[in-house]
């Protein structure tokens, strides 16, 4: 039996996830497979999955993840909450299952430059006509900070050796042809990224 304090767990995640679902709940209404990349502790995971019991919500992480992961699903299971599949950017590739949604939370800023590319530019090419992409994170506009926090946190990044905040507008030259529909304030100075293929 899964002792529940062993498992992973991110207060950032119990802060937000209230608020991503509020927008996850329209963004994915005609969603039917959601790719998770990044899944972290599972939290989000089984949150949402719970929460949009009309799609399938396939978790995905390196795969030092996954034990916590499935410790999550193991205590919150839904039928539509699938176990994670083993994900590394740019090396694995995105997975061979098919999607028509695609959620991340807090990886772009984590990933080098050369990462966030590849993964902006593969999930605009495997997702199918109509698709949507759901992107939360800390994001730059224009090279400005949303908070001094913010850009206390970026220095602190890039200072660890991850490649920081990326800027909205780089983001858009990668992410063709996805088109950003919404950009959504989130808490603690998040924004919530809505990208669509038309």
Not at 113 to 120: I, K, P, Q, V
Request: hydrophobic share 35%; net charge negative.
């Amino acid at each position: 039996m899964t002792n529940q304090f062993e498992k992973p767990f991110s207060q950032a995640c119990e802060n937000n996830k209230t608020a991503i679902l509020n927008v996850l709940l329209s963004a994915f209404s005609n969603s039917r497979k959601v790719l998770e990349i990044g899944s972290g502790t599972g939290q989000h995971a089984v949150h949402f999955a719970r929460h949009l019991p009309h799609l399938m919500w396939q978790t995905a992480d390196q795969y030092e993840y996954h034990p916590g992961i499935k410790q999550w699903i193991n205590e919150y299971p839904s039928a539509n909450l699938m176990p994670p599949l083993t994900l590394k950017l740019p090396e694995t590739g995105l997975p061979d299952t098919e999607f028509d949604a695609v959620f991340s939370a807090n990886t772009a800023h984590i990933m080098q430059r050369s990462e966030a590319t590849w993964m902006m530019q593969a999930i605009a090419k495997r997702l199918p006509k109509n698709g949507v992409f759901c992107q939360y994170g800390p994001f730059t506009f224009d090279g400005e900070f949303t908070s001094q926090s913010n850009a206390d946190f970026h220095a602190h990044l890039v200072q660890s050796g991850y490649g920081g905040y990326r800027d909205i507008s780089e983001l858009k030259s990668w992410a063709k042809p996805l088109k950003l529909d919404e950009v959504i304030d989130m808490p603690a100075n998040n924004h919530l990224l809505v990208w669509r293929k038309s």
